[in-house]
């Protein structure tokens, strides 16, 4: 019988050593990217200019006992030089999601990834950094069973024209969707010109699929009091006071006019987790209901039927979030294994599965494991899917 779709993981990572694919990167700019050092405790760590050495230990915790994860001291290759879990080749990731009962991922960046690469400050160099990661994802990693690897590109954050070109290009070379750490226009805030890429998104069917969250929230938004804006952004913060992260940028995307002018734009947060959502739901329209009239704002929905409607979470072992499903919808969540990382249990994922969803109906279980994640990334449920290589 053909494999198809059982466990789709709408979170995992790709802790690529950087030598993976610094070939894709041009000659004139080879020797500024991310390259690896070893430390004197025999673990590795990232360097790159204007960055401090970013050691990667937590992020590399496939296959390891809660009690054996450390942040300093972990290394991508084995004494023998073959690669740990979640370090490798395409055919190392396939058999690896056979190993955990998973069909497919949708992979995102090394945590090291979109945050660093930003210490390149010249515009041209760092383009071509975030280019050279995104066509090796796509065209050599990918490109190995594409239907079973889904790679999520890296935005770059110069500025719009840069953001909706490359969203273009990773369109062309075959992706799916788009990570985001800041708004799109590369701004902490939002600003008009993020209109172009949420157009260009849904023009083109490329998915806005930011890992946790994006933007430089309250932090950067309040700097608006000192402005016009400033009763906008102090609505936001009664809205999203003591809320979870994304729940500040989603205040952002309600008050700044973004579902109502893209009323077909929805947003994955991959890895937000979801049990505080509910109670999100209750603060945003219980400030809302008291705040708008003198902060001049009027939404068409409460804030709480912008989540519902735009917004899908993404977790891992969270329970309480199934347990409150039907507050936040069924329709809104997609599990994820975020493998290698710490909050993953591979290759444990199916017995995790069975915990969590204990008490969930079969029919509700597919939906978060399989058919919301197919849905938003357009993957075909009915098509068997791509055999692992021969080892």
Not at 1 to 26: F, I
Request: hydrophobic content about 40%; overall charge neutral; some cysteine.
């Amino acid at each position: 019988m053909a494999r198809t779709y059982q466990v789709v993981s709408g979170d995992g990572h790709l802790e690529w050593p950087p030598d993976m694919w610094q070939h894709r990167v041009p000659s004139q700019y080879r020797d500024r990217a991310p390259r690896l050092i070893r430390m004197a405790d025999g673990g590795d760590a990232w360097v790159i200019e204007g960055k401090d050495p970013l050691t990667n230990g937590l992020n590399l915790c496939g296959g390891k006992a809660y009690d054996a994860f450390s942040p300093v001291g972990v290394a991508y290759r084995r004494p023998d030089g073959t690669a740990t879990p979640g370090t490798g080749s395409a055919a190392q990731r396939l058999a690896e999601q056979d190993t955990d009962g998973v069909d497919c991922e949708v992979l995102y960046p090394a945590l090291a990834g979109p945050d660093f690469y930003r210490g390149i400050k010249e515009r041209q160099a760092y383009l071509a950094i975030v280019q050279a990661y995104n066509s090796f994802l796509a065209e050599e990693y990918c490109a190995v069973a594409p239907d079973r690897l889904i790679g999520v590109g890296i935005t770059p954050e110069t500025g719009i024209e840069d953001a909706v070109a490359e969203l273009r290009r990773c369109k062309r070379t075959g992706l799916r969707a788009m990570n985001l750490r800041m708004w799109p226009s590369g701004k902490p805030n939002p600003t008009s010109e993020d209109d172009r890429f949420w157009a260009t998104a849904l023009e083109s069917e490329m998915r806005v699929a930011p890992h946790g969250n994006f933007g430089g929230g309250a932090k950067f938004d309040r700097a608006k009091a000192l402005g016009a804006e400033r009763f906008g952004a102090t609505l936001n913060s009664h809205m999203a006071a003591r809320c979870i992260n994304p729940s500040y940028t989603l205040c952002q995307m309600m008050t700044e006019g973004v579902f109502d002018r893209f009323p077909n734009l929805r947003v994955y947060f991959a890895e937000s987790f979801a049990a505080w959502v509910p109670w999100v739901m209750q603060t945003m329209d219980d400030k809302y209901l008291r705040h708008h009239h003198w902060a001049g704002i009027n939404l068409k929905k409460k804030p709480s039927q912008y989540i519902r409607d735009h917004v899908i979470f993404g977790i891992v072992r969270d329970p309480l979030a199934l347990k409150l499903r039907d507050i936040i919808g069924v329709e809104n969540l997609i599990w994820g294994s975020d493998f290698p990382h710490s909050a993953g249990d591979w290759p444990h994922s199916r017995r995790v599965i069975g915990e969590i969803f204990a008490s969930v109906p079969e029919r509700e279980k597919r939906q978060v494991l399989v058919e919301n994640a197919a849905a938003f990334f357009g993957l075909d449920t009915e098509k068997a899917l791509t055999p692992t290589p021969a080892a």
